[in-house]
């Protein structure tokens, strides 16, 4: 048993390694692949973050009650769709 798992990883060099190992750079999936999903989730963050800060400043009843709302609505657009996308991606 211990000898199949050998062969399987000895056509591994050190080149592969460094490709699999290639640092992602910002909203990146993979070196060199943008991702639409983290772009939308990083802008959705922004916008709970100033609706947050927008209903604690206007402090009013009505306001802050519709700030709430919008704030965790955005939270969990930002949040939700990539946990959906790990497991839609991840196979069976």
């Known amino acids: 048993m211990k000898n199949k ?4 990883y000895d056509d591994i060099d050190d080149d592969d390694i460094e490709i699999i190992y290639d640092p992602k750079g910002f909203l990146e999936e993979a070196p ?7 772009a939308m989730s990083f802008v959705a963050l922004l916008a709970s973050i100033m609706f947050g800060v927008i209903s604690m400043l206007f402090a009013t009843i009505e306001t ?8 965790f609505g955005f939270l969990l ?10 497991f839609a991606e991840t196979r069976v």
């Not at 798992?5 to 399987?8: D, G, R």
């Not at 060199?32 to 983290?38: L, N, P, W």
């Not at 802050?64 to 704030?71: A, E, M, S, W």
């Open 5 to 8: 798992e050998v062969e399987m």
């Open 32 to 38: 060199g692949r943008k991702s639409s999903m983290r």
């Open 64 to 71: 802050q009650q519709t700030g709430i709302f919008l704030t």
């Open 77 to 86: 657009a930002a949040f939700a769709p990539k946990a959906l996308q790990k």
